[in-house]
C-alpha cells in the first residue's frame, strides 16, 4: 500500500489514516507532498488521486481519497486491528464522533489550522469557542459511557480524528477547564497526544 500525504506539519486529514495505519501495523510506503504551493501541490498530489487532495490510500489498482473512506477501507481490511469497538452500541458512537469531526467544527478549523510548529495564544472568536465547548461536552458524554481510556474504550478511528483537535488545543493554547471540563476531557486531550503513532509523526513533522 501507498499512503499519499501532505506536510506532515499542517495536514489534519492526512494525519488521521496514517495514524490508523501505523496502528494496523501493516507495511505501507508514504508519499509526502509539499502544502500550500497552490497550483503545484494540486498537480503532484493529481498524479495520485482523482481527488486532488490528499490525504490518498493506493492499494494495488484502487485509490481511496478520503480520509473517513480509508479509515474505514482499512477497518475492513484489517479486522484484527479492531479499529472500531466491538461492542454494537459503542461501534456506532464512535462512527457518530468520527463523522461529527469530519463534517462539523468549521470554525475551530479555519481559525485554529493544526500547525506542529507553533505555539501561541489565541484569542477565540465566539464561533470558535462554541465548537470547543461541544467537544468538551461531546468527549466528557463518549468518556463517561465508554468507561475510556481513549473516547469509545480501546483506541479507534474515532481517537484518529480527534488527534488533531488535541494539536490544536495544545498550539493555541486552549484550556478545557474554561469550557466546562472536569478533567476528563483535559487528560483524554493530553492522552492522545501521547500515543506512539503520534509521537512518531510529530518527530517526522
Request: include cysteine.
Amino acid at each position: 500500500m501507498e499512503l499519499v500525504i501532505g506536510t506532515k506539519k499542517w495536514s489534519t486529514w492526512s494525519l488521521r489514516p496514517w495514524l490508523v495505519l501505523k496502528r494496523v501495523g501493516a507495511p505501507f510506503k508514504e508519499i509526502e507532498i509539499e502544502l500550500r504551493r497552490g497550483d503545484a501541490t494540486e498537480a503532484d498530489i493529481a498524479r495520485h488521486s482523482p481527488s486532488k487532495l490528499a490525504p490518498a490510500l493506493k492499494d494495488g489498482d484502487l485509490v481511496v481519497w478520503d480520509s473517513l473512506a480509508i479509515c474505514e477501507y482499512l477497518a475492513e481490511k484489517f479486522p484484527e486491528a479492531k479499529l472500531w469497538p466491538e461492542e454494537p452500541e459503542l461501534r456506532a458512537l464512535a462512527r457518530s464522533a468520527a463523522a461529527e469531526m469530519h463534517s462539523g467544527f468549521s470554525s475551530l478549523r479555519g481559525e485554529c489550522p493544526m500547525d506542529l510548529g507553533l505555539i501561541k495564544k489565541a484569542d477565540l472568536s465566539e464561533a470558535t469557542q462554541k465548537d470547543v465547548r461541544k467537544i468538551t461536552e461531546r468527549w466528557n458524554q463518549l468518556l463517561k459511557r465508554s468507561g475510556g481510556p481513549f473516547l469509545l474504550g480501546e483506541w479507534s478511528i474515532a481517537d484518529a480524528f480527534y488527534t488533531p483537535v488535541a494539536t490544536r488545543f495544545r498550539t493555541y493554547g486552549v484550556h478545557l477547564s474554561d469550557y466546562g471540563d472536569t478533567g476528563a476531557a483535559g487528560a483524554y486531550c493530553e492522552r492522545l497526544l501521547e500515543t506512539p503513532e503520534f509521537l512518531a509523526w510529530e518527530a517526522e513533522a
